[in-house]
């Protein structure tokens, strides 16, 4: 595998995943969802692998710890994993401290292959070469080799203890630079609130958080470089227009608290067919009559809707959305193609890159144009959100500054099906993009994420 891979080149895998349910049902959940990890590491065989976690360690750390250690212990000396011999570990486990506690957590692996690689140090402004595997915990604030940052509370003021926030780190692969950002950003607190305006108060919310992380890793403190921003964004759909199509010939029926007089509920009903429910709407309710209509035609209808990016659209590309919204799913393990009733569905997880990498990006005349982005298991329960996939072919030049001499690199880039390598000798970078979530036949409790996205380079 070794010789192969440095044949072929060096192949990168992006992982994201929300695991709060993985430590909330450790037993049922964890040896399912590695084992699905490990599988797709098999399956594209990466020299170096980025898992960006959220809600790492659960709902309640604290009594998770002994979950986290063992997860953490797993991947690292796993049988998988063996031929991964440097590591770097980042867990936000400074869960007293709601000043800056984020519960994200970053894994890198490094293949033995792997020769050339570097990870810039923020404080001193220069890249290290990477040896050995360290994990680093508590107050990740102090460690030079990332930038992380919890949002500010008032960004979020209906939310008293929130943990949304991001890491930030900066990789050198062959004289190509880039930064890779773990994020998760705010969710939709009411789906009353969500539907009182277009956009809604909490799209507006996340906008100035994603906001506020672009600008901070493209300003002058550091050399600018590409960089692939992967989390759990909670991008919902635009749910006061979504509504107003659903149900356009419904009347609307307002129930309010007795003591408070405010609203509580929302009863959408046809205005004949003798007034059959057609949608009802409650803080963490949204029952809809016919849920073939996120599935049909992989809910494309709906694309129009989902509107959270456009305004960044100048800063930030996307490889187009070709299936199904992704959360929340059922948790029922019979009921693997059906959606839950507490939200509207829509595509939460994304993987997003740079615009500039994105205008790096030439089609070739000789080469044929393949983009496919989907997700994986489809008829089988995969906890709240499903598994995506994307693959294309392109090409695209860049020149980087990148290795602790400050070399010059041009590489070229080629998004295909079949192979992902880095060829320093010819210096061509085959990238695979995938985006998936959580293993086959993972179910877990309510509220729980078992999502994983990923981006194969």
Excluded at 125 to 132: A, S
Excluded at 239 to 245: F, G, N, S, W
Excluded at 384 to 391: G, I, L, N, S, V
Aim: glycine content about 4%; overall charge neutral.
């Amino acid at each position: 595998m070794a010789a192969k891979g440095a044949a072929a080149g060096a192949g990168v895998l992006l992982v994201t995943a929300n695991v709060g349910s993985l430590f909330d049902d450790p037993e049922n959940l964890q040896k399912n969802w590695l084992q699905e990890f490990y599988q797709v590491v098999h399956a594209h065989k990466p020299h170096f692998m980025a898992l960006h976690c959220q809600e790492f360690g659960g709902k309640n750390y604290e009594a998770s710890m002994s979950h986290v250690d063992k997860f953490v212990k797993e991947l690292l000396s796993s049988d998988a994993m063996k031929d991964y011999n440097r590591a770097r570990v980042y867990l936000d486990e400074n869960y007293k401290s709601q000043e800056h506690f984020t519960a994200l957590g970053s894994f890198y692996f490094l293949h033995e292959s792997l020769k050339n690689i570097y990870q810039f140090d923020f404080k001193a402004k220069k890249y290290k070469k990477v040896t050995g595997k360290e994990i680093y915990s508590d107050t990740l604030e102090s460690t030079p080799m990332l930038e992380k940052e919890k949002f500010p509370q008032d960004y979020f003021p209906e939310c008293k203890w929130s943990r949304k926030g991001f890491i930030r780190t900066r990789w050198c692969i062959t004289d190509c630079a880039f930064d890779l950002v773990n994020i998760h950003l705010f969710h939709d607190a009411s789906n009353l609130i969500a539907w009182e305006t277009s956009p809604s108060v909490y799209s507006g919310i996340r906008h100035k958080a994603l906001g506020y992380v672009l600008d901070r890793i493209i300003d002058q403190r550091f050399e600018k470089v590409s960089y692939f921003v992967f989390g759990d964004f909670n991008f919902r759909l635009d749910a006061k227009a979504v509504v107003e199509t659903l149900c356009a010939k419904a009347t609307m029926q307002t129930v309010r608290a007795a003591d408070t007089n405010e609203v509580v509920k929302l009863i959408f009903r046809e205005s004949d067919n003798d007034r059959k429910v057609m949608l009802q709407l409650e803080k963490k309710l949204f029952d809809y009559f016919n849920q073939d209509v996120f599935r049909d035609n992989n809910g494309t209808a709906l694309l129009e809707f989902d509107r959270e990016l456009t305004v960044f659209k100048d800063r930030l590309y996307e490889l187009d959305i070709s299936f199904p919204p992704s959360y929340p799913y059922s948790e029922d393990s019979s009921q693997g193609k059906q959606y839950m009733n507490t939200r509207c569905p829509a595509w939460c997880d994304r993987i997003l890159m740079s615009h500039s990498a994105k205008e790096l990006i030439l089609k070739s005349e000789n080469d044929e144009k393949i983009v496919v982005y989907d997700h994986i298991g489809p008829n089988v329960c995969m906890g709240d959100h499903k598994e995506k996939d994307a693959f294309g072919t392109r090409r695209f030049s860049m020149k980087q500054h990148c290795s602790e001499e400050g070399r010059n690199g041009s590489i070229q880039k080629y998004i295909i099906v079949t192979a992902v390598s880095i060829r320093p000798e010819c210096h061509i970078l085959r990238l695979l993009i995938v985006h998936y979530a959580s293993a086959s036949g993972l179910c877990s409790r309510k509220a729980s994420h078992t999502s994983l996205s990923c981006m194969f380079m």
